[in-house]
């Protein structure tokens, strides 16, 4: 009887971490089914935008008050968490505060810990009320209906209460301590808790142990909860953020990436000398399919990018297209990617590999419209703060329409035709380019 | 005005310090055809060397690659990376952000290595060099604001060469709500130049001489051929085409040159 708790302790830790193992193994396995891309240079490089990006979080005090709200919650999230490592021992062998001997260290650990979890709640409140009491615009447009919106919330609900069970537990602990409760090690009060713990005072013994395991319990409890919820959840960048920003792009933005397949036919139909069995030689059939119609096209981290995506819409926000009322969100495609890469990924759960379903992330979860709204003007990138890149999916879109289904709008298909011809975007002759030169009116 | 072809030099014997790529709009555009005289009446008074490839010139591909054709894209690149590397072309300047970027950052990967600057980084290094010297003039305390072309400075993080040089003409500068990296697009570019912008409630090009409208400067200066387009459209769409004046930087100093 005595170590029931103990063992029902092992027992929902060990499901926890093996639901979430199972979980991150599925995440990993998604992202790799992406066609695969070399993101493997200048590690050093990479690293140190691990270090600021995602860890300094630099991109996000653009907004002070959001950033260094984001930050704290942040921070205080990670540190507390250190505190799992008591309840973990704790909780095994029945111990309580194991770390206490540790004296005056541990009570300013403790103490740090509580200022953080209630500067996490402030923080979460203030967050609360952005998105629903001011109503800020980018958390409001349309493809943040239904689950997203609620997602987000729920976020800041477990927070609160994640954070509400800790102060809790010490303030009842303290309780304890004063009465001189069997078990309940002398550690002194706490920055935040003593100021919960009035609210207890006068309650009998067993009642304060109720409220102080029932808190300890729902705390780790919470915790095992949360991580699991990430898979479902925008809240999975707490752990995608680092390897998406490791692996995000270093070139300069305005680059894209040449198409090797286009290369080696290029090369082959300009040069006739060319040996065609040097290169990957004969008709579109070798090129393979040119461009991107769906997730499978896409490679490994832009299908990483849509799970670390945070749904924050800083990238809508700036977009000049959806500025202007069209029907782009640089976000939603995000976000629609996402949606696409977990049915797929449902349906190799199923049949233990892709069959097609009928449907394609082009057309059926983002239109030809959406996709050539875009201005490529990188506001979406540079407003990142995980580092995304949803122009590269909608380049790699408009390459399937325009290579494989030659299907961009009539003037395009004027301007390229105008190109092919006589080599500029307006029906001018080649033998024109120079006029300009004669043509100096003020002279 | 001087400006010799590379085909001709190449007679000669004699080789440019530097290719003027021209781009299409500065070629065929009226508008930016006045931006391609004035740079190269500075490059002539710099006594640069430099030299065109005139109707050896053909469209970088830019508007074909970010439309999404990158068969043409390719087949362009790899037809001007020829005619470059045959006149063994080192140094490339550029009045087009849309030309500079792809040619710096694209066609290197394609076989087309050069050293790329836009002209507004060239026109700084001339200053300097003490090659050009500019002093107050018709600009001097005139208020200007500068609308930074996307892939001029986000895509390749060219802040302060355009900025500087409004500075060397004693401007006075007034930055708009949104600029630099955080700058709103005109709207021309990724090939919108060519189409009609989708359904929405607003041309985006209003939206952006909105911004350069309150900043109360009497002169909007850009330096891209297509943002000139756009800041022309949208101050006609506002009826301030006497009221405000939009100017490349490189006209700026012409006039102030009085070349
Ligand atoms: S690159 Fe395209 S999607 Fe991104 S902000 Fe610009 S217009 Fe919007
Ligand atoms: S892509 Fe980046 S900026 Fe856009 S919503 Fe997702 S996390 Fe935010």
Known sequence: ?443 | MYVPTMAELTAEGKKPDVLFWVGCAGSYDERAKKITRAFVKILNAANVNFAVLGTEESCSGDPAKRAGNEFLFQMQAMTNIEIMNAYEVEKVVTACPHCYNTIKNEYSKLGGNYEVVHHTEMLQQLINDKKLTIEEGEYTGKKITFHDPCYLGRANDVYEAPRSLINEMEGELLEMASCKADAMCCGAGGAQMFKEAEKGDKEVFIERIEDALETKADIIVTACPYCMVMMTDGLKYKNKEEELKNYDIAELIEQTLKL
């Open chain 1, 1 to 443: 009887m005595y170590y029931l708790p103990n063992i029902f302790f092992i027992i929902i830790m060990v499901f926890g971490f093996s639901l979430f193992a199972k979980n991150i193994k599925k995440l990993i396995r998604n992202v790799k089914l992406g066609r695969d891309i070399d993101r493997d240079d200048n590690v050093s490089e990479r690293w140190r935008n691990v270090l600021t990006v995602a860890l300094g979080q630099s991109k996000m005090t653009k907004n002070p008050i959001a950033g260094v709200l984001h930050i704290i919650v942040f921070a205080g999230f990670i540190i507390i968490n250190f505190e799992l490592l008591e309840i973990i021992i704790d909780g095994v062998f029945g111990t309580h505060r194991i770390f206490s001997f540790a004296g005056g260290l541990y009570s300013f650990l403790i103490n740090f810990f509580e200022i953080l979890a209630f500067l996490v709640i402030v923080s979460v409140v203030v967050f609360w009320i952005r998105r629903n009491i001011l109503r800020i615009s980018r958390f409001h447009n349309p493809e943040m209906k239904g689950w997203a919106f609620k997602d987000a919330n729920n976020i800041l609900y477990i927070e609160t209460l994640l954070m509400s069970a800790f102060l809790i537990m010490n303030a009842a602990d303290f309780n304890l301590q004063q009465l001189g409760a069997e078990h309940y090690t002398l550690t002194g009060s706490f920055a935040i808790s003593k100021f919960i713990a009035p609210m207890f005072s006068g309650m009998s013994e067993t009642s304060l142990m109720v409220i102080e395991r029932g808190a300890w319990w729902f705390h780790i409890i919470g915790i095992l909860f949360f991580m699991n919820y990430l898979y479902w959840s925008k809240h999975l960048h707490i752990l995608f953020a680092f390897p998406n920003v490791f692996y995000s792009k270093l070139q300069p933005k305005g680059e894209l990436d040449n198409l090797e397949s286009v290369t080696n036919e290029v090369k082959l139909m300009m040069d006739p000398n060319a040996d065609p069995f040097a290169v990957d030689a004969g008709g579109e059939e070798e090129m393979g399919k040119l461009g991107a119609s769906d997730v499978l096209d896409l490679n490994w981290v832009q299908i990483m990018n849509s799970y670390t995506c945070t749904e924050c819409g800083r990238c809508t926000d700036v977009c000049p297209a959806n500025e202007t009322g069209k029907l782009l969100s640089p976000r939603n495609i995000m976000m629609k990617t996402r949606d696409r890469i977990e049915e797929i990924g449902k349906i190799v759960d199923k049949k233990g590999k892709f069959e097609d379903d009928g449907k394609t992330l082009l057309n059926d979860y983002i239109t030809p419209e959406e996709l050539w709204a875009c201005t490529t003007c990188n506001a979406c990138t540079e407003a990142c703060p995980v580092q995304n890149d949803p122009l590269s999916i909608i380049v790699d879109l408009r390459r399937f329409l325009v290579l494989e289904q030659s299907a961009a709008p009539t003037e395009l298909n004027m301007m390229m035709t105008n190109i092919e011809n006589n080599g500029a975007p307006w029906q001018y002759s080649i033998a024109d380019r120079l006029n300009w030169k004669d043509e100096d009116t003020k002279a």
